[in-house]
C-alpha cells in the first residue's frame, strides 16, 4: 500500500487538459512543499516533470504545472498529446520516515 | 552532464546479500546539499523510495526495509552502494539510482535501472 493516493488510470483526449490527484496527509503532501511529479515510459526510468509543488525543470514544457491545496497536490497537462501516454507518480518529503515517498501512480490513455 | 549508472548482479538467491553500485558522473558527492537515493520498482508496481545518502554522510532509510538495507558513499572513486541482506522474491524489481537536492528533495537524474531477479 502506497503512503500517497492516486488514481489508477485517466484518460483523454488529444488537446483537452487533464488533472491528476495525489492525496496524503499532513506528514507529507500537506506539510511540506516538496512535492514532485514523474513521468514514465514503460521501460524507461522515471523522468523529473514537477518539483516543489510547481516549478519545471529546465527542458519541461510549460503544458505541464502542478499545484497544492491542504493534504492534495495536482498535476495538470494542457493541450494533451499521444506523447504524453505514460505513468505518473507523485512524491513528497514526508517526517514520517525522514524519506521520500511515492504515490501508486497514475496511468494516463491519451484516446 | 549529470549521468547515473546502476550495475551488480542481474540473478540472485534468496537469503543472500545484494550489493548494488550506482556509478555517478558530472557532480561531485561532496558537494552541499546533494544527495543521491535508492529507488526500486517490482514489475508492474509502484516505485518505492528505500534509501537516500547526503553529501555530509546523513543516511535515511526506508522503515519497513531499514534492518535490511545499508547505503554507503566512495566520494573519490563516484560510487554510492546499496547493500541489502536476507532477499526474498519479492524483492525481484528494477533498482534505480538517483540524483537528488536536499533543497527540494526532488530526483533530477535518474539512471536506467537495473533488473534484479531473486530466484533459486
Known amino acids: 500500500q502506497s503512503a500517497l493516493t492516486q488514481p489508477a488510470s485517466v484518460s483523454g483526449s488529444p488537446g483537452q487538459s487533464i488533472t491528476f490527484s495525489c492525496t496524503g496527509t499532513?506528514?507529507?503532501?500537506?506539510?511540506?512543499?516538496?512535492v514532485s511529479w514523474y513521468q514514465q515510459h514503460p521501460g524507461k526510468a522515471p523522468k523529473l516533470m514537477i518539483y516543489?509543488?510547481?516549478n519545471r525543470p529546465s527542458g519541461v514544457s510549460n503544458r505541464f504545472s502542478g499545484s497544492k491545496s491542504g493534504n492534495t497536490a495536482s498535476l495538470t497537462i494542457s493541450g494533451l498529446q499521444s506523447e504524453d501516454e505514460a505513468d505518473y507518480y507523485c512524491s513528497s518529503y514526508t517526517s514520517t520516515s525522514t524519506l521520500g515517498v511515492f504515490g501508486g501512480g497514475t496511468r494516463l490513455t491519451v484516446l | 552532464q549529470i549521468t547515473l549508472k546502476e550495475s551488480g548482479p542481474t540473478l540472485v538467491q534468496p537469503t543472500q546479500t545484494l550489493t548494488l553500485t550506482c556509478t555517478i558522473s558530472g557532480f561531485s558527492l561532496s558537494k552541499s546539499g546533494v544527495s543521491v537515493g535508492w529507488i526500486r520498482q517490482p514489475p508492474g508496481k509502484a516505485l518505492e523510495w528505500l534509501a537516500l545518502?547526503?553529501?555530509?554522510?546523513?543516511?535515511r532509510y526506508s522503515p519497513s526495509l531499514k534492518n535490511r538495507l545499508t547505503i554507503t558513499k566512495d566520494t573519490p572513486k563516484n560510487q554510492v552502494v546499496l547493500t541489502m541482506t536476507n532477499v526474498d522474491p519479492v524483492d525481484t524489481a528494477t533498482y534505480y539510482c538517483a540524483h537528488g537536492s536536499k533543497v527540494n528533495w526532488a530526483l533530477f537524474y535518474w539512471g536506467p535501472g537495473i533488473l534484479v531477479t531473486v530466484s533459486s
Open positions: 545518502i547526503f553529501w555530509d554522510n546523513d543516511k
Open positions: 499532513s506528514s507529507d503532501v500537506g506539510g511540506y512543499n516538496y
Open positions: 516543489e509543488v510547481n
